[in-house]
């Protein structure tokens, strides 16, 4: 199995004394992809991309793009000759801690996509950071996905597969083992995911059509992220009965901040006896009581729009994988 060759920056002895903006010390590798994405200014970003194929990834200014070929050993994988450095976070947590662990996904404020190629010239793709750190509370671990500006949901994707083994308990030395060393929040069981990159496509001849997805900053919302498209989303019913199906939600625009809520209704076809049309106008009155208290302005206490304060009860339900994130209504 190929390995990526050259220095190896990860053992112990390294001083560390960039941070990061979350305040976390960063690895020789990690300040070096730091320090070179930085360096792609924005003028430089903004000539590429201009210059750039019309709909290519090249003409997406957010992304970095690195085009001379460098080494970074944390792109390839193997079971079979794992590299010593790196770790696995099982072993340090029960079964149920992993199976439980509940996961927050935040945007993160200072990283960016960034397109980069291998040593052997392979284009590779990070678009997002994974951690294991302690939760806010205290009370215990939580999984924290960061997406850099730009990230689709292929970055996204990738991540919620290695939360979705690691909670299985695969172990995979794919993981480095932080301390307190490296951020003062951190603890003796905080992990950060090393193989964040992908194997990707020239970014100069090709098209991704993954959509864009950004962090859920709504407090009152039961999606944990969203597609450009999509909606935050209070409350949902979708009723299927004889001659008759409805679905009615409360939704608000991810993009106009003042924008309020509102009551979304779905009707096709709707031939119902008097209790259907009882149930179809229940229903549309919860939603509307569910509408109007969510608009109602909010006097006292602020509600908390950082989405690392999000510890509740939602955030600490396993992933439901098999539907969209945003189709889970709020108890
Ligand atoms: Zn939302």
């Not at 949901?153 to 307190?180: F, I, N, P, Y």
């Not at 003796?188 to 090393?194: E, L, Q």
């Not at 119902?272 to 179809?280: E, F, K, N, S």
Request: hydrophobic share 40%; with cysteine; aromatic share 6%.
């Amino acid at each position: 199995m190929a390995r990526g060759v050259g220095a190896h920056e990860h053992g112990s002895g390294i001083l560390m004394t960039k941070k990061n903006a979350l305040g976390a010390a960063v690895t020789a590798a990690e300040g070096e992809i730091l320090e070179r994405t930085n360096h792609m200014s924005k003028l430089a970003r903004r000539t590429r991309a201009a210059g750039a194929r019309p709909g290519t990834i090249a003409a997406d200014r957010r992304v970095a793009i690195i085009d001379e070929p460098e080494s970074r050993d944390s792109i390839h994988y193997s079971d079979d000759a794992p590299i010593a450095s790196y770790v696995s976070p099982v072993a340090a947590f029960t079964e149920e801690e992993l199976e439980t662990m509940p996961l927050v996904v935040v945007d993160s404020t200072t990283s960016r996509v960034q397109v980069w190629r291998g040593p052997d010239g392979t284009w590779y793709r990070r678009g997002s950071w994974l951690r294991i750190q302690p939760r806010p509370d205290g009370e215990g671990s939580q999984f924290k996905i960061l997406l850099c500006k730009g990230a689709n949901l292929d970055d996204l994707e990738g991540m919620l597969q290695v939360v979705k083994r690691t909670r299985a308990g695969h172990r995979e030395q794919r993981w480095e083992k932080r301390g307190t060393d490296w951020a003062t929040w951190a603890d003796d069981r905080t992990f950060t995911f090393a193989f964040h990159s992908r194997p990707y496509a020239d970014p100069y001849t090709h098209v991704d059509r993954s959509p864009d997805v950004v962090a859920c900053t709504e407090p009152l919302c039961s999606a944990r992220w969203h597609e450009s498209w999509d909606v935050h989303q209070l409350d949902r019913t979708e009723v299927e009965m004889a001659g008759a199906a409805y679905e009615v939600r409360v939704t608000r625009s991810i993009d106009a901040v003042e924008s309020p809520w509102a009551v979304e209704v779905h009707i096709t076809d709707f031939i119902g006896t008097p209790g259907q049309v009882a149930a179809l106008v229940s229903d549309l009155q919860w939603m509307q009581e569910a509408c109007k208290r969510a608009n109602e302005p909010v006097a006292a206490d602020p509600v908390p729009t950082v989405a690392d304060s999000r510890t509740g009860p939602e955030n600490a339900a396993p992933i439901d994988w098999a539907s969209s994130p945003a189709a889970g209504a709020v108890a």
